[in-house]
Nanobody
């Protein structure tokens, strides 16, 4: 399982970013892919996850209405569109994959890519 995250950067509060997670080495439809984040001094948080087989989606309460996760099965890529970004969204964002979609809130996915830093300035 290989996961390559990209798209982080510096943005002002209220701005937008789109993260991409390119997946390879496994059957895309057999897995859920999620975005997780870890801010300095804080624990890892499950932000959003998508179950590729049926499109089930989970969002953390903190991002509902602002973030949108989507998958492109033809490209084996999952995106996280982040709108109305706030300074509290500043974190390293990781994409990860697991056969068990339901562990998303706990951040217990098995396979992880490298992180991409998102910094939101006030």
């Amino acid at each position: 399982v290989q996961l390559q995250a990209s798209g982080g950067g510096l943005v002002q509060a209220g701005g937008s970013l789109r993260l991409s997670c390119a997946a390879s080495g496994f059957t895309f439809d057999d897995y859920a892919i999620g975005w997780f984040r870890q801010a300095p001094g804080k624990g890892r948080e499950g932000v959003a996850c998508i179950k590729n087989s049926d499109g089930s989606i989970y969002y953390a309460d903190s991002v509902k209405g602002r973030f949108t996760i989507s998958g492109d099965n033809a490209k084996n890529t999952v995106y996280l569109q982040m709108n109305s970004l706030q300074p509290e969204d500043t974190a390293i964002y990781y994409c990860a994959a697991d056969r068990n979609y339901y562990t998303c809130p706990r951040g217990n996915f098995a396979s992880w890519g490298q992180g991409t830093l998102v910094t939101v300035s006030s």
